[in-house]
T-cell receptor, first 113, second 112 residues
Framework: DAGITQSPRYKITETGRQVTLMCHQT?????MFWYRQDLGHGLRLIYY???????DKGEVPDGYVVSRSKTENFPLTLESATRSQTSVYFC????????????FGPGTRLTVL | GNSVTQMEGPVTLSEEAFLTINCTYT??????LFWYVQYPGEGLQLLLK?????DKGSNKGFEATYRKETTSFHLEKGSVQVSDSAVYFC???????????FGTGTSLTVIP
């Protein structure tokens, strides 16, 4: 089914564990983004990618690692999860450079105990 | 820099009431403006957009006009329905980059 998907949809982990959130899009969009959504903060950009093998930091990158070996995938890894990383994570894609809309995945709700 | 400020919520309205959610922005360059909607348990969906001053975006009975003189993009709907209950985000992007800047969101609840 075409679109942008995220997995898992829900994840509970413990402090100090490594966690990887997956994002996959079928449109071959050039740009992909990771946001976290927290009450009172709206959406904050963690990392983004302009193309395969090109990534850049957003507003809140500390504690996160990304990679993009293929255009369609953009995984987000929490190397050593902390309670402050409990949040809802959204992946988004954008067709190309310029003022085009972003398309969002359904989100992953992550709880770090 | 670039930023979006939208009215604090939550907003509770009765069905068929008039809705306004205020949004103002600051931007370098020439922004495009967007309203996204997030229904419970889902990701954000584009509701409407406007790419230049005086443009009006509209969709599903919602409207917003890009006002450069007041740096505003207020969302309006003449008669809300229970199904409009959601969180609404105002956002901008500019021609100087690819990042989106989102407001903090306004939660709307419509009661029958």
């Amino acid at each position: 089914d075409a679109g942008i998907t995220q997995s898992p949809r829900y994840k509970i982990t413990e402090t100090g564990r490594q966690v990887t959130l997956m994002c996959h899009q079928t449109w071959s969009h050039s740009y992909m983004f990771w946001y976290r959504q927290d009450l009172g903060h709206g959406l904050r950009l963690i990392y983004y990618s302009a193309a395969a093998d090109i990534t850049d930091k957003g507003e809140v990158p500390d504690g996160y690692v990304v990679s993009r070996s293929k255009t369609e995938n953009f995984p987000l890894t929490l190397e050593s999860a902390t309670r402050s990383q409990t949040s809802v994570y959204f992946c988004a894609s954008q067709k190309r450079e310029g003022m085009n809309e972003q398309f969002f995945g359904p989100g992953t709700r992550l709880t770090v105990l | 820099g670039n930023s979006v400020t939208q009215m604090e919520g939550p907003v509770t309205l009765s069905e068929e009431a008039f809705l306004t959610i205020n949004c103002t922005y600051t931007a370098t360059g020439y922004p495009s403006l967007f309203w996204y909607v997030q229904y419970p348990g889902e990701g954000l969906q584009l509701l409407l957009k406007a790419t230049k001053a005086d443009d009006k975006g509209s969709n599903k009975g919602f409207e917003a006009t890009y006002r450069k003189e007041t740096t505003s993009f207020h969302l309006e709907k003449g008669s809300v329905q229970v199904s409009d209950s959601a969180v609404y985000f105002c956002a901008l992007t500019t021609n100087t980059g690819n990042q989106f800047y989102f407001g903090t969101g306004t939660s709307l609840t419509v009661i029958p």
